[in-house]
């Protein structure tokens, strides 16, 4: 079975500083990984998404991951984190790019920006 | 781009009623609809599948009597919290695909049950 872990529930970051949020996924085959954000009363947006090809995807909102096979992890990172970015961070794994039911997400991660 | 609606945001109830949770596709049609439940500082489990015309799928280990789903339209999915009760009290949402694969699903903004 597929899972994900989010290790980090909640991060502080100052305005200007850069951030990484940790994910690692546990499948057996090849993963199609996703990282979504979620602010106040609002759904779930994707920020970007890994099927195949290069291991450094760019996203929105100048985000990127990069996909560690031998790790198993799909890290998010940004440069300069801006006060807008505060919202809660989720990774997601799926079986096949075929099936939106297939999605295991993580549990989170909150993250505050600090002026 | 494309939008999903879901209401209420929150809603509060007394023990023993019912409560039901919209989730509207605002300008696409989705033949299938996707249900989820998260509890604080956890993962979005998916609870069931909604499909158009038919019945729902659901989940190992959901009940089917307690959350009732109705898809009438190629726009709209219902949930229906059937005799709430206390540990019912979660977050709910709800998601589209504008197509069945993972890159086009969106999101409802969900909605905060808490039964009392």
């Known amino acids: 079975a597929q899972s994900v872990t989010q290790p980090d529930i909640h991060i502080t970051v100052s305005e200007g500083a850069s951030l990484e949020l940790r994910c690692n996924y546990s499948?057996?085959?090849?993963?199609?990984l996703f990282w979504y954000v979620q602010s106040p009363g609002q759904g779930l947006q994707l920020l970007l998404k890994?099927?195949?090809?290069?291991?450094l995807v760019q996203g929105i909102k100048g985000f990127e991951a990069e996909f560690k096979r031998s790790q198993s992890s799909f890290n998010l990172r940004k440069p300069s984190v801006h006060w807008s970015d505060a919202a809660e961070y989720f990774c997601?794994?799926?079986?096949?790019?075929?099936?939106?039911?297939?999605?295991?997400f993580g549990s989170g991660t909150q993250l505050t920006v600090l002026p | 781009g494309a939008v999903v609606s879901q209401h209420p945001s929150r809603v509060i109830c007394k023990s023993g009623t019912s409560v039901k949770i919209e989730c509207r596709s605002l300008?696409?049609?989705?033949?299938?609809m996707f249900w989820y439940r998260q509890f604080p500082k956890q993962s979005l489990m998916l609870m069931a599948t909604?499909?158009?015309?038919?019945?729902?799928?659901?989940e190992q280990g959901v009940e089917k009597d307690k959350f009732l789903i109705n898809h009438a339209s190629l726009t709209l999915s219902t949930l229906t919290v059937t005799s709430a009760h206390p540990e019912d009290s979660s977050f709910y949402i709800c998601?589209?695909?504008?197509?069945?694969?993972?890159?086009?699903?969106?999101f409802g903004s969900g909605t905060q049950l808490s039964v009392l």
């Open positions: 997601a794994v799926g079986a096949s790019r075929g099936s939106a039911r297939q999605l295991t």
């Open positions: 890994y099927f195949s090809g290069d291991t």
């Open positions: 998601s589209a695909p504008r197509d069945l694969t993972n890159e086009k699903l969106f």
């Open positions: 300008d696409f049609q989705a033949t299938t």
């Open positions: 499948y057996g085959a090849t993963p199609y």
């Open positions: 909604s499909n158009e015309g038919s019945k729902a799928t659901y």
